[in-house]
């Protein structure tokens, strides 16, 4: 046998042994028997070969493979797109929520712009609807959300008041004196003199306070205002005045107490978790409130330091005789106060009828008195000894707190304290007049007082509160707003979307 057909068998073997036992019979043996056999060596090659794969499977596997991964890739494209779109709706859906919540902030506000506008009433007290009324301002549904306009009182353990707030019921920064900011809690002589410095229009430093160089030398200057300051957040440019003192624990400068405003070092700010709310300065100062110089009834007032008598006797239903006496008073000493017309004395060079001509009632003890203390209670609201439109600083007594009051010159804690008790007794103060029934007043305090104190107020604070109903998205709105003219007129405007 050839060396060829050697090989031939040799393969064959080989072959038949790596073929599987159900196709051996298909083979006959091996070739080797068959030749033996005598049976003739043929080869078919169109035959698959064992163990081999024919082009036209691998071709078919490899078809497959690349369907496999081509599925497998559009599978991760879909489920990446899916995952952005889903995503993108949740952006928007946030974004709807946010402008919605905005819109409704938006509502609040305007609804207490014209609460404080409608009201038309001589005073303001805090029984009016602006400052508290719950069905007007508590949780107000709209569609895709609520609003509510709020605030905190000035007690230690705040309940929340719905509606404006009065900025006349602060210590105006504008006007105060050193010895009414030293009144503030935690105020120090240095940090008073730093505010009179900061708002007075010269270079001259206050006994312990500073000027512009002082500024200017920091590691990141700015120039001193030297005049009115024009927010109450301005403060935390004046030296010494931290966010602690001006904010206490209230920092979002709600006046309510917030569970992380109550929960210690848990999470910012840091408090002490008494239960109780530390106001900071905020609470209690503004640099927006004045009163304007007409009555209750909106006339200008009459100023009985230039005022003829006739005047007087038309405008402030006073007779003659007691017009005159006030202005031949007048010349002999010019009026300081407004409640120095108590002092005032009959003129007896001028002529009057009998009593009953008169046309305000008086006891046997005032019949020679041209104003007693019932007439000057009636007259005070339309009488003044300035003529400026607008008096800046004053106070409401009916919408003030005690710790207010108290910064005002001659009024300890016990006659704030009788003040606020005072007003609770009845419907507050008509008239400043009426601070001469409080308990511990007198003349000598009332003239120091009169000048600083009002019953009605023209500048309010707002914080709206928008929540969209999905309560994924609030926003607040605060402003502050002047009804002093026929038109609003916005002084602050803040917005924050958390």
């Not at 709706?89 to 902030?105: G, Y």
Request: include cysteine; proline fraction near 5%.
């Amino acid at each position: 046998m050839s060396e060829r057909w050697e090989r031939v068998l040799r393969a064959s073997e080989r072959w038949g042994r790596g073929v599987p036992g159900d196709l051996r019979p298909r083979l006959g043996g091996s070739w080797r028997e068959r030749h033996r056999r005598g049976g003739a060596l043929t080869c078919d090659l169109r035959s698959p070969v064992p163990g081999r794969r024919s082009p036209s499977g691998a071709r078919r596997g490899a078809a497959l493979l690349l369907v496999l991964w081509a599925v497998a890739i559009l599978s991760l494209l879909a489920g990446g797109l899916t995952f952005a779109l889903r995503q993108d709706l949740a952006i928007t859906t946030l974004q709807k929520d946010r402008l919605t919540a905005h819109v409704l902030a938006r509502a609040g506000t305007e609804r207490a712009v014209a609460a404080v506008m409608d009201h038309d009433l001589p005073t303001c007290v805090l029984d009016d609807l602006w400052c508290d009324d719950p069905q007007y301002f508590q949780e107000i549904p709209l569609t895709g959300g609520t609003f509510s306009v709020m605030h905190g009182s000035h007690d230690p353990q705040p309940v929340a008041w719905y509606g404006a707030q009065d900025e006349s019921g602060k210590l105006n920064l504008t006007v105060a004196t050193r010895e009414q900011l030293l009144e503030l809690p935690k105020m120090t002589e240095s940090i008073a003199a730093a505010i009179i410095d900061w708002r007075d229009g010269n270079d001259d430093p206050e006994p312990e306070g500073t000027e512009g160089s002082h500024y200017s030398a920091l590691p990141h200057p700015y120039v001193i205002r030297n005049g009115p300051l024009r927010t109450v957040r301005e403060l935390l440019c004046v030296r010494g005045v931290t966010p602690e003192l001006l904010y206490g624990e209230d920092t979002n400068a709600n006046g309510l107490l917030d569970p992380n405003e109550n929960d210690g070092a848990a999470s910012p700010p840091t408090d002490n978790a008494d239960g109780r709310l530390d106001h900071g300065w905020f609470a209690w100062v503004t640099v927006y409130s004045y009163e304007r110089n007409v009555s209750g009834t909106g006339g200008k007032r009459l100023n009985i330091g230039t005022a003829q008598a006739g005047e007087m006797a038309s405008q402030l239903s006073l007779e003659d005789w007691a017009a005159q006496s006030i202005v031949k008073a007048r010349e002999n000493r010019k009026f300081e106060h407004l409640i120095d017309l108590l002092d005032v004395q009959r003129d007896t060079s001028g002529e009057r009828t009998s009593n009953e001509d008169d046309i305000n009632e008086r006891s046997g003890s005032e019949k020679d008195q041209p104003v007693t203390q019932s007439i000057f209670r009636r007259i005070v609201d339309g009488i003044t000894l300035q003529n400026e439109e607008m008096l800046p600083g004053r106070i409401n007594l009916n919408t003030a707190p005690q710790e207010v009051l108290a910064t005002l010159p001659e009024v300890d804690d016990e006659l704030a304290s009788a003040i606020v008790r005072h007003r609770g007794s009845g419907n507050g103060y008509t008239t400043i007049g009426d601070l001469l029934d409080v308990t511990g007043m007198t003349k000598e305090k009332f003239a120091k007082l009169e000048s600083c104190v009002t019953v009605r107020s023209n500048v309010f604070r707002i914080r709206s509160q928008g929540r969209a109903e999905s309560d994924l998205a609030s926003a607040t709105i605060e402003c502050v707003v002047d009804r002093g003219s026929s038109v609003p007129r916005i002084l602050y405007w803040l917005e924050s979307t958390p």
